[in-house]
Structures are given as structure tokens and as C-alpha cells.
């Protein structure tokens, strides 16, 4: 048994919190949102969905107390990880592994400066749609696969550690595996990221709605694309030769999910557009190119949020 926090347990976060302690460990689910720590200590967590029917029991907390952990999941939002990662510091101990879990590029860094490279691993969850039914209830549709690798290739987590984190997450049901690349796992699923998360929060559309529709899908093939030449521009040794059936490929295995931007204007939050589609055209400037299609939906989005309360 593993003694493992979860600082931010969202819809995803969630997800990890219940399932990891559905197999057996000691988990210590840690959110700001007092009425979800509280149905959780109350009731336990409802889980449903790819993975069946789950009321799970955990320790909570509202604020990361000093209490030293195996695992540390940082499993917030891209605009809340630094905070997170700074109040995870309270939970770490020597051997502590820290591994962060968010959608884009960018959150790795800030996680690092807060409790260290040489601790740090950078997951990536592919294939699952998750959403909040309230305090105390997560429902997720699919259960790809989690990815993980050091931050610090090198100089920090060794494959050894990294594959008993992979065997934590797989004794708890989902299929987990270490990699030497990170960094192009990233990049192959930001790819699909921009493909559908604008669009999808845009239009107000399905995943698959976006894929098959007339005026969306040439959208979203655009943005894909153009991430995928803005990868390639980069030297990132991603595994894709073709974008548009990779795009096609993911999105075929969830067509009916919510990407997390669209879930976020329904709610009327902001959402982590600058970690995803508005890191496209960053990441073509380093190399001297533009990136338009993802400018432009990135930019949209956001006009859309200046009327959304700040987190």
C-alpha cells in the first residue's frame, strides 16, 4: 500500500483519487472546493463510468497538510498548477515522487520550480473524458492509457522509480506505462488537443460532432496540422506522419466527450486555452514561423472568456 495525495481532484483528479484507492492505498484527496471534500468524507466518492460503479472511501483536505507521501499527483487545471504545486511541497518527503497531469505545455515547468526536477514526472492520460456530477460524484467515459517520463531526462527520476509509479496506476486498472521521450508523448496529444478543444468550446459541439461536421471539421484539421508542423519545426521526434488520422484515430475512440474547454464555458469558467491551442503559435515564434488557424480560435476564446469571472 501506497501512501498517494491527489492536490486537485476535479474531474480527472478525481478520477485518479478513487481508483487508486479502490485498488488498496492510502489516498488523500486535497481541493479548495469544501462541499466535494466534504460529500467525500462524508460518503465516500461515487466513480462511474468506463470503469464501472465505485463509492470509494479517502482521506481529504482543503489545504495540503505536512504530512509526507509516496506519490504526489498534481492534477489541477494548467492556470491553478503552480499554486497547487507550491501547497504540494508540504506533502513531500526524500524519496517523495511528485508526477503532474495537465493538458498542454507549460505546467511541467512551473510544478519543477516548486518541488524540484529530480523528483518530477510528467504524465499524460490519454483517451478519458471526465465530468463532475456534483459533490462527491465523477463520472469519466473512457480509460485509454496514462503516460509517464522524467522531467529531467538524465538528471532526475530513474526508469526503475518511474516504473513502480507505472505499476501503481496499472494495479489500480488503468493501463500505465513509462517512457524515455516525454516530451513527444506531449506533443502527440496536444496535437489532438488543439484539433478538438477549441472548436469543440466554439461551436459547443461533441468531439465527434466536430470531426464529421461540414463547416467545424476543416477547422479542426487546420489546427491539428498546423501543431503538428509546428512540432516538426521544433525537432520534437513525435510519432505521426499523417495529423489528420491521428486526430481522426483519437477522436473516433471518444466521439460523444466534452473537451475540458467546452465543459468550462458551459460552466462559464475560464479555461486553459494558452496551454493548448495558444501554445501553438508560441511555440512556432521560437523557430521564426506563425501559426494562424490556432491564433485566431485561441484568440476567440478568449474574447469569449473576458466575461467569465476570474478563477
Same mark, same amino acid.
Given at each position: 500500500m501506497a501512501r498517494i495525495a491527489v492536490v486537485g481532484c476535479g474531474a480527472m483528479g478525481s478520477v485518479y483519487a478513487g481508483l487508486l484507492a479502490a485498488s488498496g492505498h492510502d489516498v488523500l484527496a486535497v481541493d479548495p472546493w469544501a462541499a466535494h471534500m466534504e460529500a467525500i468524507a462524508e460518503r465516500g466518492l461515487?466513480?462511474?463510468?468506463?470503469?464501472?460503479?465505485?463509492?470509494?472511501?479517502?482521506?481529504?483536505?482543503?489545504?495540503?497538510?505536512?504530512?509526507p507521501m509516496d506519490l504526489v499527483i498534481v492534477a489541477t487545471k494548467a492556470a491553478e498548477v503552480a499554486a497547487a504545486a507550491r501547497q504540494a511541497? $508540504?506533502?513531500l518527503g526524500p524519496e517523495t515522487v511528485v508526477l503532474t497531469i495537465q493538458n498542454g505545455? #507549460?505546467?511541467?515547468?512551473?510544478? *519543477? &520550480? $516548486?518541488?524540484?526536477? &529530480?523528483?518530477?514526472?510528467?504524465?499524460?492520460?490519454?483517451?478519458? #473524458?471526465?465530468?463532475?456530477?456534483?459533490?462527491?460524484?465523477?463520472?469519466?467515459?473512457?480509460?485509454?492509457?496514462?503516460?509517464?517520463?522524467? /522531467?529531467?531526462? #538524465?538528471?532526475g527520476l530513474d526508469a526503475a522509480r518511474l516504473e513502480q509509479v507505472a505499476a501503481l496506476w496499472r494495479g489500480a486498472g488503468f493501463r500505465a506505462e513509462a517512457v524515455a521521450d516525454i516530451a513527444a508523448m506531449q506533443w502527440e496529444k496536444l496535437i489532438c488537443n488543439c484539433a478538438y478543444s477549441a472548436p469543440c468550446a466554439l461551436a459547443g459541439m461533441t468531439v465527434g460532432?466536430?470531426?464529421?461536421?461540414? &463547416?467545424?471539421?476543416?477547422?479542426?484539421?487546420?489546427?491539428?496540422?498546423? $501543431?503538428?508542423?509546428?512540432?516538426r519545426a521544433r525537432g520534437v521526434?513525435?510519432?505521426?506522419?499523417?495529423?489528420?488520422?491521428?486526430?481522426?484515430?483519437?477522436?473516433?475512440? =471518444?466521439?460523444?466527450?466534452?473537451?475540458?474547454?467546452?465543459?468550462? /464555458?458551459?460552466?462559464?469558467?475560464?479555461?486553459? =486555452?494558452?496551454?493548448?491551442?495558444?501554445? =501553438?503559435?508560441?511555440?512556432?515564434?521560437?523557430?521564426?514561423?506563425?501559426?494562424?488557424?490556432? *491564433?485566431?480560435? $485561441?484568440?476567440?476564446?478568449r474574447v469569449r472568456e473576458r466575461g467569465f469571472p476570474a478563477a
Open positions: 461515487q466513480v462511474s463510468g468506463a470503469s464501472g460503479e465505485h463509492r470509494v472511501r479517502m482521506r481529504t483536505a482543503t489545504v495540503a497538510p505536512a504530512e511541497r $508540504a506533502l505545455l #507549460g505546467s511541467a515547468e512551473r510544478v *519543477a &520550480e $516548486a518541488v524540484g526536477a &529530480e523528483r518530477l514526472a510528467v504524465g499524460i492520460a490519454g483517451g478519458f #473524458g471526465a465530468a463532475m456530477r456534483g459533490p462527491g460524484a465523477v463520472h469519466h467515459n473512457g480509460m485509454e492509457i496514462v503516460r509517464m517520463g522524467a /522531467h529531467a531526462p #538524465g538528471a460532432q466536430v470531426m464529421d461536421d461540414a &463547416e467545424m471539421g476543416p477547422v479542426s484539421r487546420a489546427c491539428a496540422t498546423e $501543431a503538428w508542423e509546428v512540432a521526434a513525435i510519432d505521426v506522419a499523417d495529423p489528420i488520422a491521428h486526430v481522426r484515430a483519437f477522436g473516433a475512440r =471518444i466521439p460523444h466527450a466534452k473537451p475540458s474547454l467546452l465543459l468550462d /464555458h458551459e460552466a462559464g469558467r475560464r479555461s486553459e =486555452i494558452d496551454a493548448i491551442n495558444g501554445a =501553438i503559435p508560441r511555440e512556432a515564434a521560437k523557430v521564426g514561423a506563425t501559426a494562424p488557424v490556432n *491564433a485566431a480560435l $485561441a484568440a476567440l476564446v
